[in-house]
């Protein structure tokens, strides 16, 4: 099966699981004539497919004359957006569609035996398959026994019969290990040989006719092992083990069911399978192999991989890191000093060790983490946040990072994924780190320089899949081209051979199999206790049901109880690594399943935080559209989570940003033009204004403090395409944007915010009201009201957030909770307040974010400012029950109005200070509740839905 290398994250493919028909015109052929391939158009369902215009794209790859060394045609384009080169003629005259190419040509190589090739539209959401292969040259040699590029085991002294056919008469030659073992004197089309096994034997059958035309054909005969069967030594578990007191020692581990033996080949055997490297079976788990490798030299790095009796060669899954055959050689030495090379003559991945190494010496040993309620994560991309995209070019921004006064960066994936430029979602190693990046050095420095500053670090983990590269994928696959890769097979112990969730991509663990859960707790721990991480957000956790199909994404979506205990097992394991770690699911699913995690062992200070999406209503606002413009659920209590376990966020890496459409869609009225840059980039101030001062954790994507406005879909030719999604991006650096007064305008208003948040105590109250899109008492919309408050502390105990997104100037009623004196938190000026409801005037785009001035004040403002105080919780009330906070109200008297100003209901308080619990009976709308006391009044907005 072909191997892809597409980078994006996610698509969903259609298959058609019959081989369409097909003529290749001359055949035979050589490489270098001209052929043509033809289609007939019954073999696709343009309106299934969706295909317009005819756009039918071949997606192709060619083999050497051993039908091995599987290379992709240049002209392929990427999975989701093939190359225009590759299109497909459609022959409206006889309903086909058909290319013409010339193989050495189209394939950019010489010495091609064959090509394979399947048709997909241009962004793969639909294929053919299975996949075709077509011989190329006017010789051709088939081998009928065993199969090419097999693998048979034979006990010694046992025969195998050869056989072959040809399509023209030819001499014969079959070699064992380079020697010739038998040949034809007289030209034939066939061929039949009994081979007497001695030993392992690389096998290799020629033909030659009359012209000097030759093909050849290799297979593996095998003899069986007996294996060792002993107990594991308790220094060694499965991956890569130093011996705690021996450096002249390593022991391997790997976890190989339904595998008859297993050899160790490296560069401390020359490569070669010699039965001294045979693994051992343990005593308690049969399916578990290991060995102990001594004699080995400190400090000198040492490659290897495994091969398994199938011929099934990997590395380590619990590889720190690998070196690649496809990757390293683009990866700069600056980036990574002395980057050892990829042993000559091996494919795929390997494995690497060096015994006695000297540990990083962390500055930071007892980093104290922020609470989850207070984060300001900042996501990151490291491939397009700096021109170097290296460790060392994200430890120079440091300052950048913590100037903004944000407390933790989201990395992107970072464990090994297929090529250099990714987003990381196609995940391979989870265990290991990619050395696109840097050396796992220089990301310990960035970590240790982090938590100087007061910075956590996230990771972004992709445990719904893993790529084809994958050893746990590669180890148990269906393989009938014998390039290593292909599906997932039925005993796979990792992998659901068909996908339990709609949302698939590359191969879907089985995330009920214990084989599966220790992989990914081992790999949690590496994080952990190698790098010292802070925590995780786990991708995409809707994949993690197994009860659902691959084409129901109603199931996938609705509530499902096996994905929440799934999850609460994971939370658990990670827990127990480190107790205090961060764990953020991308879920984006229902409040019932939700729930389940953020409130999960709250009582132990846990619980599980959950990306919490406002990108469309924060975006309609900043756009100055007030439909679907209410981001009244970046509050958590309307989630139904005990605490503020809710990340709200206006961008993401998965989001449309927000600046791009501000740009493209902005809203405009007169001389008031959102469209325009200076005018959004001021709008992107007032979005911080109603973001950062909302309390619980905030996510930001990378650059929107600087007003980064490059679509997400941008092509690397400046276009706009679906297709690029996951294609580099401009960095905002190398722009000076970081240097430009307009943009650097936003960054410094988003780190006043933040750093108002972080100052005042009050912003970790969870007694807080968001109004946004508020048509009752703003029929123009597109005003917000944030309310936070908390009585029980000292100084600013109440904020008041005022913005006016529409593109008019707006009298905006603020409701303040008494009057007084208020400060602006903006800069720092006071003012007096004698009436609660009298307008604040806001210019278009404007923001005011107020708190009780706690500065030297008169008697009478103390009373007024710090005595007398009247609170709603949970504002909108929903569940027919208003809480009522009051303090200092003496001889109090609540009131409450509807908005004509009658009077509908008065109560009594019989203390000064408490909650009234009023069951509230009145029609759904706003009303304003009424403190009145000896020592003042005070006037809250209540919401009744």
């Known amino acids: 099966m072909k191997k892809f290398y597409s980078l994006v994250y996610l698509f969903v493919a259609t298959f058609v699981f019959a081989q369409i028909n097909y003529t290749v015109s001359p055949n035979p052929f050589n490489e270098t004539d001209a052929v043509t391939l033809t289609v007939p ?12 215009n005819n756009a039918v794209y071949i997606w192709s790859w060619s083999f050497d004359t051993n039908y091995q060394n599987s290379q992709d045609c240049p002209t392929n384009g990427s999975w989701n957006s093939s190359n225009e080169l590759n299109k ?42 299975p996949d075709i292969f077509v011989n190329v040259g006017i010789l051709n040699l088939n081998l009928t026994n065993p199969a090419a590029n097999s693998l048979t085991t034979v006990p010694v002294g046992n025969s195998v019969n050869i056989t072959a056919t040809t399509n023209v008469a030819t001499i014969f030659q079959l070699k064992a290990n380079g020697t010739v073992v038998n040949s034809t004197s007289t030209p034939a089309q066939s061929y039949s040989y009994s081979y007497t096994v001695t030993q392992d034997a690389n096998m290799e059958l020629i033909a030659t006719d009359a012209s000097s035309n030759s093909k050849n054909a290799t297979f593996m005969l095998q003899v069986p092992r007996n294996v060792v069967s002993e107990a594991i030594p308790g220094w060694i578990r499965q991956g890569i083990n130093y011996n705690p007191t021996d450096q002249t020692k390593v022991g391997l581990a790997l976890y190989a069911p339904h595998k008859n033996f297993v050899h160790v080949i490296g560069s401390f055997n020359s490569w070669a399978v010699n039965d001294t ?65 990829f042993p000559v003559g091996q494919n795929f991945e390997v494995s690497i060790f060096k015994t006695g190494q000297t540990p990083y010496s962390w500055q930071v040993t007892n980093f104290q983490r922020p609470a989850k309620e207070n984060l300001v994560v900042y996501e990151l991309l490291l491939r397009d946040f700096t021109q170097e995209k290296n460790w060392q070019s994200l430890i120079n921004k440091i300052s950048y990072l913590k100037n903004l006064n944000i407390n933790a960066v989201e990395l992107l994936p970072i464990m090994e994924f297929e090529g250099n430029l990714s987003w990381g979602y196609n995940t391979s190693f989870h265990y290991a780190l990619d050395k696109a990046y840097g050396t796992p050095e220089k990301f310990k420095e960035f970590v240790d320089l982090c938590h100087q500053n007061g910075i956590a670090v996230i990771l972004d983990v992709a445990f719904n ?42 191969n879907d663990f089985n995330h009920t199999s214990p084989s599966t859960q220790y992989y990914v707790e081992r790999s949690l721990q590496q994080w952990l206790t190698e790098y010292h991480i802070d925590g995780f957000r786990w991708d995409l956790t809707k994949g993690f ?42 879920h984006l699913g229902t409040d019932a399943e939700e729930q ?41 209590s309307l989630h139904g989570f005990t605490n503020m376990h809710a990340v709200g966020y206006g961008e993401s890496h998965d989001e449309e940003r927000l600046m791009f459409k501000n740009l493209a869609y902005g809203a405009v009225n007169g001389a008031y033009n959102v469209t325009n840059l200076n005018t959004a980039l001021e709008r992107m101030k007032t979005f911080g204004a109603t973001f950062f001062t909302i309390p619980g954790p905030k996510m930001i994507w990378q650059f929107g403090e600087l007003g980064y406005e490059f679509s997400i879909n941008r092509c690397a030719d400046g276009t706009i395409s679906n297709g690029c999604r996951t294609d580099e991006k401009p960095v905002a650096f190398a722009l000076g944007y970081d240097t430009n007064a307009n943009r650097k305008s936003v ?60 593109t008019t100037a707006q009298n905006v009623v603020p409701y303040f909770p008494y009057t007084g004196q208020w400060q602006n938190l903006m800069d720092n000026s006071v003012l007096t307040i004698a009436s609660t409801t009298a307008p604040v005037t806001l210019q278009p785009g404007e923001f005011r974010i107020f708190g009780n001035y706690a500065g030297a004040l008169s008697t009478s403002d103390v009373n007024a400012a710090h005595k007398l105080s009247l609170q709603i919780a949970d504002n909108p009330v929903k569940n027919g029950v208003a809480k009522l906070i009051y303090h200092k109200a003496k001889n109090g008297e609540i009131v409450i109005f509807d908005m004509s100003g009658k009077k509908v209901d008065s109560i009594q308080l019989n203390t000064e200070n408490g909650t009234y619990e009023l069951k509230v009976n009145y029609p759904p709308g706003t009303y304003l509740v009424h403190l009145w006391s000896e020592t003042g009044t005070a006037i809250q907005k209540m919401i009744i839905q």
């Not at 009860?547 to 990670?574: F, G, H, L, P, W």
């Open 545 to 586: 049901t197994q009860s659902c199909s691959e084409n129901d994404e109603a199931c996938t979506n609705a509530y499902q109880q096996d994905r929440v205990d799934i999850m609460k097992n994971y939370a658990d394991k990670q827990w127990a690594i480190d107790p205090n770690s961060y764990m953020i699911f991308e």
């Open 596 to 636: 389940q995690w953020a409130n999960y062992r709250i009582a132990e200070g846990k619980g599980v935080m959950l990306w919490n999406k406002q990108t469309e209503p924060y975006n309609q606002n900043t756009m100055g559209y007030k439909e679907n413009s209410n981001y009244d659920r970046m509050n958590h």
């Open 277 to 341: 490297y045979l693994m051992k079976r343990d005593t308690a788990n049969p399916d578990l192999y290991w060995i102990e490798l001594s004699g080995l030299t400190p400090q000198q790095l040492y490659t290897f991989q495994y091969r398994t009796n199938d011929m099934k060669i990997v590395a380590d899954p619990f590889s720190p890191q690998i070196l690649s055959s496809y990757d390293d050689q683009w990866i700069s030495n600056s980036t990574y000093p002395n980057l050892p090379a």
């Open 747 to 806: 960054y410094d208003a988003w780190a006043k915010i933040i750093n108002i948040r972080n100052t005042y105590p009050v912003f970790k109250s969870k007694t807080y009201t968001v109004e946004s899109n508020n048509l009752t008492n703003d029929p123009e919309g597109l005003i917000t009201r944030i309310y936070v408050y908390d009585s029980s502390i000292a100084g600013v105990k109440n904020i008041v957030v005022l913005t006016n997104y529409t």
């Open 41 to 52: 158009g019954d073999q696709i369902d343009e309106t299934a497919w969706g295909v317009s």
């Open 465 to 506: 899949h893993a790529t084809g590269r994958s050893p746990l994928a590669r180890l148990w696959n269906i393989d009938p081209d014998g390039d290593g890769y292909g599906d997932i097979a039925a005993n796979n112990p990792y992998f659901n051979q068909v996908p339990k969730h709609s949302y698939n991509v590359f």
């Open 88 to 129: 497909l003629n459609y022959n409206s005259g006889t309903d086909t569609y058909s290319v013409t190419f010339t193989p050495t040509a189209f394939y950019g190589r010489t010495g091609i035996g064959r090509f394979g090739f399947l048709l997909k539209d241009k962004t793969g959401a639909h294929q053919t398959s």
